[in-house]
C-alpha cells in the first residue's frame, strides 16, 4: 500500500489501495485516484470556485488528468473527483509538485483568507479490473 501525501488531510485519513502486481505478476498500467472533499459549512462555493478557477488547471500543469467533479447530492458540501495516473509513483511526484508551486500556495492563501475551506479529505488509488471500459 502507497500512501499519498496531501496537504489539506492530517495522514491518518488518508486510505489508499493498490495492487503492485495483477493476479497474472503484470503491473497496471493506469491508475485512478477517487478524491473526497468535504467544505466547511458555508464554504462549498469558494471550494468550488477555487476548482473551477485555479486547482483544475494547476492539476494539468502537474501532470494529473481531470476525469470528473461531482457534487454529492445526498451530502451537502461534499465534492468528488477522479484523477489518472500512470503510476503511484507519478501521482506521489504529481501531488508534491502541486503542493510546491508558488501559484498553489498563493491561491489556496487567498482562498483561505477567511477561514478553512476543506473540512476533510479522503483519497483512494484504484485499479481498473480487466472488465473496466476504462482499460
Do not use: C
Not at 454529492?72 to 489518472?84: C, F, P, R
Amino acid at each position: 500500500m502507497l500512501a499519498l501525501p496531501d496537504p489539506l488531510v492530517q495522514e491518518e485519513e488518508l486510505v489508499t489501495f493498490r495492487r503492485e502486481d495483477d493476479e497474472y505478476g503484470m503491473e497496471a498500467a493506469q491508475i485512478y485516484e477517487l478524491r473526497t472533499y468535504v467544505s466547511e459549512p458555508g464554504r462549498m462555493d469558494v471550494l468550488l470556485d477555487r476548482f473551477r478557477n485555479h486547482t483544475v488547471e494547476l492539476f494539468a500543469r502537474h501532470g494529473m488528468t481531470s476525469i470528473g467533479y461531482w457534487i454529492v447530492a445526498e451530502q451537502q458540501g461534499t465534492l468528488v473527483y477522479l484523477l489518472s495516473h500512470h503510476d503511484a509513483e507519478t501521482a506521489a511526484a504529481s501531488w508534491e509538485a502541486f503542493r510546491s508551486d508558488p501559484e498553489w500556495q498563493m491561491v489556496r492563501a487567498e482562498s483561505e483568507k477567511d477561514g478553512p475551506v476543506v473540512q476533510s479529505v479522503t483519497s483512494i488509488l484504484l485499479e481498473p479490473t480487466d472488465f473496466s471500459a476504462l482499460v
